[in-house]
């Protein structure tokens, strides 16, 4: 069992607008307020804009 707070498995929240995504596991996936695509973080698991440098989650790089 690992429970360290993090995002459960199931839906990423839009970093940007709380806007619930797709499936983690089905990322990339578009947030469709912000238009923007997502990719997962290797870092966290979070959600990361496509493209960005770092995670608007834990800061690391993608
Ligand atoms: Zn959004
Ligand atoms: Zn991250």
């Known amino acids: 069992m690992e429970e360290n707070g993090k995002i459960g498995e199931g839906t990423c929240k839009c970093p ?14 578009t947030c469709q307020p912000c238009s923007i695509a997502f990719v997962i973080c290797s ?8 493209g960005s440098v770092t995670c608007p989650t834990c800061g690391a790089k993608p």
């Open 16 to 29: 940007y607008c709380d806007q619930e995504l797709a499936l983690c596991a089905d990322l990339p996936v």
């Open 43 to 50: 870092a966290c698991g979070g959600p990361v804009r496509e």
